[in-house]
């Protein structure tokens, strides 16, 4: 046996995670049954409660009808509740602050109808360049709504030549320069693309300081590092649970509005049933008593069973904990980096992801020099049953999730890599 794989698997025993309470898909290709699964950055696995607490809540619609909405073991109208506390613990909130609603690019809109307010000289929104596309799509939709020029409302800022990731200081300075025209920052937590982990607390500090608001978008950091936002002063995010938070596909998002804008009636919210004081809800009023919580921007009534899958998730984070969590992190991610490095100092591929652990989560991300990564990673898949994330033209992402990822899957991402590209003769 290979020494490395042999260290792979006496780390494993000696850190084992929680794989236990999750489905693994079986491996497509290579000598191993069960894949190395590496994508949870993308889709996180299924987790083995999920089948049955799901089949729960049907079996209660089934038996129960609409008088499930009081009378199942956990009724429908009060279900988003059970939600709250294990979400507001995960990103470091009070329960007042925190909501599971809708999806996240929905919820960065009904979030902006409050928080994008530009007026005179103050219109800007400042994302990254390489923010996901939906949010690049949903800043200049909101621009256009507000009667603004997209290509001129939207700043996008990006690295400095030949680096890779931002610079916190950069974007500091940005904001104390510039500050005066920007309306709002949006960012996210965790870059999708390169895993770079932003200093959320000084960004946040620095355009609140500006005068502006800002917001994150926190789909990659979420269940992946740890998080303090009401302490950070962070004035609204958002984040889905179908990555760290293996919710399931499409699964429903989270909300995040501080405590100071809670209850404020000078800001604009769009409003339905589910925006009123919950023991008003069926007084069948013309006229809304919404809470001073942030339950005031839910609008519709929640998907119950939508709801489940995120409810059993959140009950692993609250039973596992973000600092443990965060510990393992550490040590596996810094385990795939070393092995990363070996398998790339004589290759055309490069870590683009922050070395600083403090700048990351657990996501590393590779660039490669030729040929396109959706191919790599498919012969990865075929050939050694390894799943990770393409991102064209030419990234192609790593996640080890502590939850549910070994030593040995990490081992076997550099095994796949060096197998599949060839290694150069400098
Ligand atoms: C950073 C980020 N923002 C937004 C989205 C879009 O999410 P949704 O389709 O759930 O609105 C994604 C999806 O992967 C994402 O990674």
Redesign the pocket.
Known sequence: MHTLEQEAHQRDAGDPGHRHLFHVPPADGGRHPEAAYLAGNSLGLQPRATRDDLLADLDAWARLGVEGHLEAKRPWLPYHELLTGPAARLVGARPAEVVVMN????DLHLLMVSFYRPAGRRTRIVIEDTA?P??SYAVRSQARFHGLDPDTTVVRLTPRAGEDNLRTSDVCDLLAAEGDTVALVLL?GVN?LTGELLDIPAITAAGRAAGAVVGW?L??AAGNVPLALHDWDVDFAAW?SYKYLNSGP?AL?GVFVHERHLGRTDLPRFEGWWSTEATTRFEMTPVSRPPATVEAWQISNPPILAMGPVRTSLEIFDSVGMPALRERSLRLTDWLGRLLDEVTADRPLTVVTPRDPARRGCQLSVRIGAGSAAELAKRLRYEHGVIADAREPDIIRFAPVPLYSTYHDCWRVAEALAATVPAVTR
């Open positions: 999806s996240l690019t929905v996901f939906s949010d996210g999708y978008d789909a990659h889905c499409g998002a």
